[in-house]
């Protein structure tokens, strides 16, 4: 069974950076493709990026794109989501989350696999 561990949430001021992770403990993590979602208080829980098993292929969010990076170090088992000119908007619980899946998704129900979340604040 594969468990997932996200860290390196935080506050950050409005037009900062912040690297997420999500560390993998299990067999055949290679094989999995990872989403990373978020879920702001009040609000439902959407879909924030999205990576292949092989790390050749991804997938944004249009609220995101063009600010974070996601990416994938199979050896380490450990996926990253790079955020860069934060805004208060992207304040939230970030979850990582798993599964055998083909092609980009950002919808939750596709993912049988998730971490815990780690809070994100921006804010000045």
């Known amino acids: 069974q594969l468990q997932l561990v996200e860290s390196g949430g935080g506050l950050v001021q409005p037009g900062g950076s912040l690297r997420l992770s999500c560390e993998a403990a299990?067999?055949?993590?290679?094989?999995?493709?990872i989403g990373w979602f978020r879920q702001a208080p009040g609000k439902e829980r959407e879909g924030v990026s999205w990576?292949?098993?092989?790390?050749?292929?991804?997938h944004y969010a249009d609220s995101v794109k063009g600010r974070f990076t996601v990416s994938r170090d199979n050896a380490r088992k450990t996926i990253y989501l790079q955020m860069s000119a934060l805004i208060p908007e992207d304040t939230a619980v970030y979850y990582c989350a798993a599964d055998h899946i083909v092609g980009a998704t950002l919808w939750e129900g596709a993912y049988s696999y998730w971490g815990q979340g780690t809070q994100v604040t921006v804010s000045s």
């Open positions: 990576i292949s098993s092989k790390g050749d292929s991804t």
């Open positions: 299990g067999f055949s993590f290679h094989s999995y493709a």
